[in-house]
């Protein structure tokens, strides 16, 4: 199984609301990753997760907030957003550790829209 | 740094016709290699890889040869579908480098009966 799940798959919201994107993996993984990706233009990294501490945050706004509560999970908490923040983000997974370079696999997505 | 460079699409076919997507590549040591595709509205699906040079990945009738002398992994079918209409990606990753992935700028396919 190589399934990564992640809801809502759609949500809109305000400027001033405060709301939670969520994904999971039952694979194993210990790598967990959040994209941003913006019309016709490939994923953007946003934060990584390597044994469900912050790895790497690639110098996201502080409106961002990621949380990995167990190996499984991976949530993204969004608040006072901006229009321009409006993206499919997309949750990946992977082994971690080691010289070799593992291949990520990737949940659905969320559409956000933010008014 | 590393970088990927894909093909501008949009790529238009004939359903059956021979597909090729170029795709090259800097990188600092020994890159794995991946083709990902994203179906619209959804997320990306690994479609195949190659790990050290010479490895062929394919998949669902795709292969990509990992080209080292060139620093190259085109895709290639041999007889496309309309149901191949996606965005294909090329990226890259080295080990002991958190698996951090470098994405080409994606090229779209569409595939007309």
């Known amino acids: 199984d190589t399934e990564v799940t992640q809801t809502p798959k759609h949500l809109v919201m305000g400027m001033t609301n405060k709301k939670s994107l969520k994904c999971e993996q039952h694979m194993g993984h210990r790598a967990m990753y959040w994209y941003k990706q913006k019309a016709k233009k490939p994923p953007e990294l946003m934060f990584v997760y390597s044994y469900e501490k912050l790895s790497i945050n690639e110098s996201v706004p502080s409106r961002f907030s990621p949380e990995c509560p167990n190996s499984s999970l991976l949530n993204l908490h969004l608040h006072a957003l901006q229009p321009e923040d409006s993206a499919l983000y997309l949750c990946?997974?992977?082994?971690?550790?080691?010289?070799?370079?593992?291949?990520?696999?990737f949940g659905p997505g969320t559409r956000l829209t933010v008014t | 740094g590393n970088s990927v460079t894909q093909m501008e699409g949009p790529v238009t076919l004939s359903e059956e016709a021979f597909l090729t997507i170029n795709c090259t590549y800097t990188a600092t040591g020994y890159p794995s290699l991946f083709w990902y595709v994203q179906y619209p509205g959804e997320g990306l699906q690994l479609l195949l890889k190659a790990t050290k040079a010479d490895d062929k990945g394919s998949n669902k009738g795709f292969e990509a040869t990992y080209r080292k002398e060139t620093t190259s992994f085109h895709l290639e079918k041999g007889s496309v579908q309309v149901s191949d209409s996606a965005v294909y990606f090329c990226a890259l990753s080295e080990g002991n480098a958190g698996n951090m992935l470098t994405f080409g700028g994606g090229t779209r396919l569409m595939v007309k009966p």
């Open positions: 990946a997974s992977s082994r971690e550790g080691g010289p070799s370079s593992y291949e990520q696999y």
